[in-house]
T-cell receptor, first 112, second 109 residues
């Protein structure tokens, strides 16, 4: 296990298309987080899972965004009808209990 | 609302000089503070947790609740310390993180 992995690393799409990103957390971690980072900003929290339960969603997560963690292992983040404002780095992180979070390399989304 | 402020976007020092990266926070509860570092072309990595009270790569940070600060310090900067540094506040039972905007540290030879 080499840490949190994310796929794809880069995604270019046209406005209006749907995209899906995948995150594989560190295997023994029960908590999984999604963040979004735009240029010049720190990461911003989007949503959080404990095992398979989605326990919190940010107001940043509009109705076009949906996240799942079906078996409490990997997670997917889907964006429907993408807009140019969705262009950002999408980061996944995981941890257990009261640890600091371990981040993946991110998926960079560009919406044309 | 919870907030993390890193007042310096850029900080440049010479090798061997002391460095201090500032972080202030606002939070009504009992905060958990972290420093994360991102080296060029690498992922975000945890550097320090205030709970651990440890020194990593020569860096230390002390939580000052009176001043609501968690400044990161190193007495003698090295060129390999050049990176983006983010201060983060952990909230509530889910420990979601609120990040500052980051400080880009450059250590010149």
């Amino acid at each position: 296990d080499t840490g949190v992995s994310q796929d794809p690393r880069h995604k270019i799409t046209k406005r209006g298309q749907n995209v899906t990103f995948r995150c594989d957390p560190i295997s023994e971690h029960n908590r999984l987080y999604w963040y979004r980072q735009t240029l010049g900003q720190g990461p911003e929290f989007l949503t959080y899972f404990q095992n398979e339960a989605q326990l919190e969603k940010s107001r940043l997560l509009s109705d076009r965004f949906s996240a799942e963690r079906p078996k409490g292992s990997f997670s997917t983040l889907e964006i429907q009808r993408t807009e140019q404002g969705d262009s950002a780095m999408y980061l996944c992180a995981s941890n257990s209990n009261r640890q600091g979070q371990f981040f993946g390399p991110g998926t960079r989304l560009t919406v044309l | 609302a919870q907030r993390v402020t890193q007042p310096e976007k850029l900080l440049s020092v010479f090798k061997g000089a002391p460095v201090e990266l500032k972080c202030n926070y606002s939070y009504s509860g009992s905060p958990e503070l972290f420093w994360y570092v991102q080296y060029s072309r690498q992922r975000l990595q945890l550097l320090l947790r205030h709970i651990s009270r440890e020194s990593i790569k020569g860096f230390t940070a002390d939580l000052n609740k009176g001043e609501t600060s968690f400044h990161l310090k190193k007495p003698f900067a090295q060129e390999e310390d050049s990176a983006m540094y983010y201060c983060a506040l952990g909230e509530g039972s889910n420990y979601k993180l609120t990040f500052g905007k980051g400080t880009l540290l450059t250590v010149n030879p």
